[in-house]
């Protein structure tokens, strides 16, 4: 079955950059995804990626996917307190699903 | 504001009571998803509706009866539950299901206590 594996703590000071990863078994993943999800509230759509892109980025969002090594990282650059929240990256699969990574909670020291 | 709506924003209820928990999205979309989250524990996919049909279910328990009557509008009713489906109900929505781009729209969860 499809398995999708993330850090799940990850801390860095104010200023820094984080880098959130992700790694996932479908190969034939279409759409690829990440959800922030803030104390409290729902999931909020960040960006995505199509899978025959390796790069795509959004302000202070990059993404990169190595579809080689089924790979998708989030990088935030001039990380912020705001940006503390969990990161959840999703992929779709060729059944039309999108499953979920179990989440990765950013802390940001200030 | 992300134009899906949930109410309400917090439940608690017994194991013997019957509610109902809402979804409404303002996007024009055609389908319609209820997530599980539980602590610790991925996402879990319960219920698809789509053009109002439903088209996944999850092997969710028969305590969890979802209804949909128009595009706009997904419900989930409860009764008989037990404390472990103590958890964040998330409602979705995507332009459609199948075939295109479901990049789905969250609306903020309603958490439920299940005493």
């Known amino acids: 079955g499809e398995d999708v594996e993330q850090s799940l703590f990850l801390s860095v000071r104010e200023g820094d950059s984080s880098v959130i990863n992700c790694t996932y078994t479908d190969s034939s993943s279409t759409y690829l995804y990440w959800y922030k999800q803030e104390p409290g509230a729902g999931l909020q759509l960040l960006t995505y990626i199509f899978s025959n892109m390796d790069m795509k980025q959004d302000q202070r969002l990059t993404v990169l996917l190595n579809k080689k090594d089924k790979h998708l990282s989030l990088r935030i650059a001039d990380t912020q307190t705001g940006d503390s929240a969990i990161y959840f990256c999703?992929?779709?699969?060729?059944?039309?699903?999108?499953?979920f990574g179990p989440g990765t909670s950013l802390s940001v020291i200030p | 504001e992300t134009g899906v709506t949930q109410t309400p924003r917090h439940l608690v209820m017994g194991m013997t009571n019957k509610k109902s928990l809402k979804c409404e999205q303002h996007l024009g979309h055609n389908a319609m998803y209820w997530y599980k989250q539980s602590a610790k524990k991925p996402l879990e996919l319960m219920f698809v509706y789509s053009l109002e049909e439903r088209v996944e279910n999850n092997s969710v328990p028969s305590r969890f009866s979802p209804e949909c009557p128009n595009s706009s509008h997904l419900f989930l009713h409860l009764h008989t539950l037990q404390p472990e489906d103590s958890a964040l109900y998330l409602c979705?929505?995507?332009?459609?299901?199948?075939?295109?781009?479901?990049?789905?729209?969250f609306g903020p969860g309603t958490r439920l206590l299940v005493l």
């Open positions: 979705a929505s995507s332009q459609d299901y199948g075939g295109g781009e479901e990049t789905q729209y």
């Open positions: 999703a992929f779709q699969t060729s059944y039309d699903k999108v499953i």
